[in-house]
Nanobody, 119 residues
């Protein structure tokens, strides 16, 4: 059974920091590309950051220079370090694991963790 469990969300003031974690089980974690998505109320889910199985990273323009995605394969864990948080970063943050073979794709989601930036 595949599980992705996010943690680390909460309430933070503008300019503050949070670190999200995503603990994965039931998949060969090191072979998966991992993503953080977010969804704000009334908006579509958007890709925040991506880290490939070989460690290459990509970020949404809105978070470049403020957020850092990383992974620790030995612990089957994905991280998102969020600094200089803004009001518009308020959303539910989701962890996603994706893998494509020649015959099928695998795509798994966590349950999400709420991040609220407010003064």
């Amino acid at each position: 059974q595949v599980q992705l469990v996010e943690s680390g969300g909460g309430l933070v003031q503008p300019g503050g920091s949070l670190r999200l974690s995503c603990a994965a089980s039931g998949i060969p974690f090191s072979t998966y590309d991992m993503h953080w998505y977010r969804q704000a109320p009334g908006k579509e889910r958007e890709l925040v950051a991506r880290i490939t199985s070989n460690g290459r990273t990509n970020y949404a323009d809105s978070v470049k220079g403020r957020f850092t995605i990383s992974r620790e394969n030995a612990k089957n864990t994905l991280y998102l370090q969020m600094n200089s948080l803004k009001l518009e970063d308020t959303a539910v943050y989701y962890c996603n694991a994706a893998f494509a073979s020649y015959t099928r794709t695998y795509n798994y989601w966590g349950q999400g963790t709420q991040v609220t930036v407010s003064s």
